[in-house]
């Protein structure tokens, strides 16, 4: 199978299930709290689809098994994305930032916004690990790795500043997110950010091109799916620094009226012993 329809069918996968997110919680988003909690439960299920297609795609490396492992995979990123943005599943941080913090409380702040989200993420890419272990087919690993560790990566490089970052999507029950980003020229990471996932895809297209005629079918299938995820990967890391409207990738979807029609967190003065700094 050609490897140019696997990148193809990634592309409209990462585009398409980013923007059924974004419209479903738009919608609960417009309808309040319980709405939002309501939508979380009841795509659950999405979750427990994913467990089921990374059980039963690992004992076989096909074309099918290779995109039956990649679409669970993302079905299990996709429901805990969903569980955060419906603000289900954030962290115990949610005040926006107080002005003149030292920046080891801004630190410990930030990871209170987020330390249940990324709690679970951690112990999903866990478990697909020791489930994956000597595994013929071992896709939804690598699909679920590739999502974790350049999402780690893009949520530090806003955290330590970088020139565009779109807020128009954030929902009302995240808010308080915009307080803890950070607009600069430019952040020390940024360079190895890139570096490690232009490295990353390289190797991929270095595994699929050069052991073409030696893999299967689902092999080739399979590294074209991670070469063109990390490819996009890389990409959302250069939509933090570049003047580029990648925001109309998805805004023609939505809504006109946006999710949230509260004013944007403003930073309070910090009163001393009024609360703890992590919010824990």
Known sequence: MSPWIAG???????????????????????????ARLGLTVVTLPLFGTGIYGVLTSLDQLNAGAAYHGFLAALALWAWIELAFLTGAITGPNTRALPEGVPEWERFIRAWGTVAYHEILLTATLLTLVFVSFGAVNSIA???????????????????????????????????????????????WLFPFSITALTFATACW??????????????????????????????LEHWFMVLPLPDEKLWRWMLPDQPASTAPAPKKTTRLIGSEDAHGL
Do not use: C
């Open 141 to 187: 690993l690598w699909t679920f790795s590739v999502l974790y560790f350049a999402r780690i990566s893009a949520k530090l490089n806003l955290y330590l500043g970088v020139p565009k970052i779109n807020v128009e999507f954030i929902p009302s029950a995240l808010a308080h997110l915009q307080s803890h980003f950070r607009t600069a020229p430019l952040n």
């Open 8 to 34: 193809l069918v990634a592309l409209f996968v990462w585009w398409f299930s980013t923007g059924a997110i974004l419209m479903a919680v738009r919608w609960a988003d417009k309808r309040g709290a319980a």
């Open 205 to 234: 297209v270095e595994r699929l091109y050069s052991a073409s005629e030696v893999l299967s079918s689902g092999g080739v299938v399979g590294f074209a799916l991670l070469t063109a995820i990390t490819a996009l990967a890389t």
